[in-house]
């Protein structure tokens, strides 16, 4: 089988019609947190203080965050980690907006903008995302996107409550986003 190398992972900024989607700086942490804090958004995103957002998004080598700015103003965030095998060329992403972004249609913007990134530039063939299986407004963008339901992920998370709840596995492949 031939091997294919990945495209050389650049943290490049990514402008859509409405958003601009960049790389996570240290000055962002106080806004992360803010958002992080809100009701609709600390009842997904739990136990997030500035501590947490600067070592999660800031510090960590693990993934791939970026900072949503909606008007100049931070609105979220979105993240992806990745498989680097090329045979696999998988990543999986989260994301979440504050308030004032949501109902907008920010969400299916900004994912269309990092997949866009993901498929074309980074060379990924599949992507996928779970939010947890209550997360009914969340499910419903990404599947206005294309992402499709793949199964439910039993026990996926722990709340701060010490209980566990269910995922939904949800994902997409470039040519999926092709011809969309």
Known sequence: MAQTELAPVVRAQIDTERLTIRPVLA????S???I???????RWWFDYD?????????????????TVEF????VGLIKYAETQDA???CA??????GEQAQGKGLGQEVLTGMLGYLFDDIGHHRVTIAPRLDNERAATTYERVGFRTVGVLRQFERSPDDQWHDGLLMEM???QFTAA
């Open 173 to 175: 492949v470039a040519d």
């Open 50 to 66: 500035a501590k947490r957002v600067r070592e999660a998004f800031v510090e960590s080598n693990d993934d791939y965050p970026f």
């Open 32 to 34: 992360l947190t803010a």
């Open 71 to 74: 008007r100049g103003e931070t």
């Open 36 to 42: 992080l804090r809100q009701p609709s958004v600390a």
């Open 87 to 89: 045979d696999y060329r």
């Open 27 to 30: 000055t962002d942490v106080a």
């Open 92 to 97: 999986k992403l989260d994301i979440f907006l």
